[in-house]
């Protein structure tokens, strides 16, 4: 009926500080990311270019041509996304290490 082996759950949220190493890495993958995307986008915009639309109905023309331009559109809001993610996170480690060569050194 009642368990008493049951332990609360306490949650224990420490934040780790932020490290240029652990920054540039978060960069790199973010940049990666960001390639990525501007791949998938420039294969996504190619593709769509090569293959026009066979239609005499002006409403599968527009409806197909609103369709292409948010798929295209979605993938590049993914890749601005990553790079600026990507920027920020080198702007912090340069930050960090210029706050860390500034410091000043505390002698016990």
Sequence with gaps: MNDQNTT?????????????LR?????????????????LMIAIATTFAKKPIH?????VVNLTSAVRTLV???VAL???IFG?????LLA???QLLFQ???????RE
């Design 78 to 80: 993914g890749t601005g």
């Design 55 to 59: 239609s005499d109905n002006q409403l």
């Design 100 to 106: 860390n060569l500034t410091k000043p050194k505390i």
């Design 92 to 94: 912090l480690a340069i």
């Design 23 to 39: 920054c540039v890495t978060g960069a790199l993958i973010s940049g990666g990311l960001g390639y990525a995307s501007y791949s």
């Design 72 to 74: 295209v559109g979605i």
């Design 84 to 88: 600026i993610v990507a920027i920020g």
């Design 8 to 20: 609360p759950s306490t949650d224990t949220t420490t934040q780790v500080p932020p490290t240029p």
